[in-house]
């Protein structure tokens, strides 16, 4: 009974601290301000990228420092189901970094490996390759294989996880010369803590449209990932520089529209089926 009067005590106590908080205020009037007061400001996306931009120039900090988002997601599904966790490469309208990813082959059709290797594969072969990958002595970013193989290739399904070739993950098909300039200029993104994607986007020395662009085929591509019947996936969006500080994005304009995303969803499952 003793105990219970204490707790019933502490939570009273909760009650009132709770109350005595003041509701947050919208928009500050004086420049100098307590911030836990007041909401986070949130910022168009073309205004934002231009306060990046401004922030270098006022700073005297490096010009072609990259530019990364910070995507906080709605994984939520009926019945305390959950969006698992995904990877996934996206190729950006506009590159930003010269460094190419590593991509290896597989196949055993000599005509095949040459066009390969003609096409900047860094590593090309076949089931000889297996006893390398598994032993560590060959690694690389992407694995792409032609359909003829992947019988024998069994043995590296657990090894590779992800990265595994298939044709959901556009590394698996005959076109060989696509999927290589596909895998070697795209940016992989993965959901880190069950629910955030952090990633770079741009650099901030790019024009303004290129980042916007390249930022909103990253979420293009995050949003297929949930059923457009569903609440967004995307919860909250930051964007920040290397030596800036984070900017609060509106979402408006930014999302896709649920039409898109279900003619996505709809080639994707045409795909698998093929």
């Not at 629910?195 to 297929?224: F, G, S």
């Not at 930051?238 to 896709?256: F, H, K, M, Q, Y």
Request: hydrophobic content about 40%; charged content about 35%; glycine content about 2%.
């Amino acid at each position: 009974a003793k105990r219970g009067s204490q707790k019933a005590k502490r939570e009273e106590t909760k009650k009132q601290a709770v109350s005595r908080r003041r509701p947050l205020m919208s928009k500050p009037v004086d420049d100098v301000y307590l911030t836990w007061r007041y909401q986070r400001p949130s910022y168009q996306l073309e205004e934002a990228v231009a306060m990046l931009k401004k922030f270098q120039e006022l700073d005297f900090t490096y010009p072609k420092q990259f530019v990364y988002m910070t995507v906080f997601l709605d994984m939520a599904l009926e019945k305390k189901k959950k969006v698992d966790p995904f990877a996934s490469v996206v190729h950006l309208p506009h590159r930003f970094t010269e460094e190419l990813n590593k991509v290896l082959v597989f196949t055993e059709n000599e005509q095949e490996a040459e066009i390969a290797r003609e096409n900047g594969a860094d590593v090309v072969g076949g089931v000889e390759l297996i006893k390398w990958i598994l032993e560590d002595e060959i690694q690389a970013d992407f694995y792409v294989a032609v359909p003829a193989i992947m019988p024998k290739l069994i043995p590296l399904r657990s090894k590779l996880r992800r990265k595994y070739p298939s044709t959901k993950r556009n590394s698996l098909g005959h076109d060989i010369p696509k999927m290589l300039q596909f895998f070697r200029e795209g940016l992989e993104y993965t959901v880190e803590d069950e629910c955030v994607i952090k990633t770079r986007i741009a650099r901030l020395d790019m024009a303004p449209e290129q980042i916007i662009a390249n930022l909103k085929a990253v979420i293009n591509d995050v949003c297929t990932f949930k059923p457009a019947t569903y609440d967004p996936i995307v919860k909250r969006l930051v964007i920040r520089s290397s030596t800036s500080e984070g900017l609060l994005l509106n979402l408006d304009g930014i999302l896709p529209q649920k039409e898109k995303i279900e003619e996505e969803k709809e080639e994707n499952a045409e795909d698998d089926e093929k």
